[in-house]
């Protein structure tokens, strides 16, 4: 099943955040470890142990360096002490044990609730864009709320110009995103919506089609069609009024 990236608030109720008053004076110290990935088969899965001080993070073990990181004085100190020790080697153990382990077991107790979301590619109109050409990937009604929307042009990832909302409650237990590119049109190249969510075995392309669809289609055909008829009946009319207009005799009072 695809994974989505925001793993981590599920298990910050498990590793979670430790508040401590340290003193009358309420000095706030916390933890907050958060496990974080986002292909189907979780391989890129990262792991950050953060530890704050009045909500500035001063230390955090990150599994990409495999190391603690110190960002103050204090946080570097205590960074070379601990990595010179056994905690290192516990948190690097974390992701493996905990985080991949949690994240099989919340796929699978979530796989068969999920709902796969409705998908709408349409342009739209934005003043005072840097570019000609607005598109708009909305995905909606679909559960859980962690999914993750992107753009490819000719199946490459684009990353500029590219501006999207958070995952929105309808109010309904579903929910709704929305993504914006801004781009050039160039002839022959081709832009896509790729949509990963926990109920799609697999990331969903979907392909931007610049013709008109159907239904906009259907309006032009009849607008078209009303303005025509309008034209044969005002015509129609004009010539029925000519016609009576010449069979009267005026007669002076």
Not at 6 to 13: G, K, R, Y
Not at 51 to 73: A, H, M, P, W
Not at 106 to 113: A, R, Y
Not at 155 to 177: H, P, R
């Amino acid at each position: 099943m695809s994974l989505q990236k925001l793993f981590s608030c599920h298990l910050i109720l498990a590793l979670s955040i430790c508040l401590v008053a340290e003193s009358a004076n309420v000095y706030y110290r916390y933890r907050m470890s958060r496990c974080i990935y986002s292909s189907s088969n979780i391989s890129d899965m990262v792991y950050f142990d953060s530890y704050y001080f009045n909500k500035y993070l001063f230390i955090q073990f990150d599994s990409t360096l495999g190391r603690f990181v110190g960002f103050n004085e204090y946080g570097m100190k205590l960074a070379e002490f601990w990595n010179s020790g056994p905690l290192v080697h516990e948190e690097r153990d974390i992701v493996n044990w905990f985080c991949k382990g949690n994240a099989e077991e919340f796929d699978s107790s979530i796989s068969d609730k999920s709902v796969k979301p409705k998908v709408k590619l349409s342009s739209v109109t934005r003043a005072g864009g840097r570019h000609p050409a607005v598109l708009m990937c909305r995905a909606y009604e679909f559960y859980p709320p962690h999914i993750k929307v992107s753009w490819l042009k000719d199946g490459k990832l684009m990353t500029s110009e590219v501006t999207s909302t958070m995952e929105m409650a309808d109010g309904d237990w579903y929910y709704q995103i929305h993504s914006e590119l801004e781009y050039t049109p160039k002839s022959g190249e081709k832009i896509s919506c790729m949509v990963e969510h926990a109920s799609f075995s697999k990331p969903m392309i979907y392909d931007w089609d610049p013709s008109l669809p159907e239904s906009e289609r259907n309006k032009i055909a009849i607008g078209a069609f009303g303005l025509v008829l309008g034209i044969i009946i005002g015509a129609a009319g004009l010539i029925y009024y000519k016609k009576k207009s010449r069979g009267r005799i005026i007669v002076p009072q």
